[in-house]
């Protein structure tokens, strides 16, 4: 069973920067490099969004709510996933989930516990 295991948030103020990470620990090399990874986030009382994705050649992709503000990025050889996020605002903060994509854009495993980032409203 794939475990995704996401770390880093926290209790953030308006403007400031925070770095997610994502590790697939029980994901061998050669299932985890092949896929594209995403970042997704969801706000209290709102559904799941897909935040960022990157393809296995590190091509990216952005809500727009996002675009200039968060990179994503990925480090095959220890299946590992990132999202820098600066100029964080209050409308940020959920709880973030990474996941790969399937071929039909789609959340391919089950959800790991995500990390909750938090900024004062």
């Known amino acids: 069973q794939v475990q995704l295991v996401e770390s880093g948030g926290g209790l953030v103020q308006p403007g400031g920067s925070l770095r997610l990470s994502c590790k697939a620990p029980r994901m061998i090399t050669s299932v985890f490099n092949p896929n594209i990874m995403a970042w997704y986030r969801q706000a209290p009382g709102k559904e799941r969004e897909l935040v960022a994705s990157i393809t296995p050649d590190r091509v990216t992709n952005y809500a727009d709510s996002v675009k200039g503000r968060f990179t994503i990025s990925r480090d095959n050889s220890r299946k590992m996933v990132y999202l820098q996020m600066s100029d964080l605002k209050p409308e940020d903060t959920a709880v973030y989930y990474c996941?790969?994509?399937?071929?039909?854009?789609?959340?391919?495993?089950?959800w790991g516990s995500g990390t909750q980032v938090t900024l004062p409203s």
């Open positions: 996941n790969a994509l399937s071929s039909a854009g789609q959340p391919k495993y089950d």
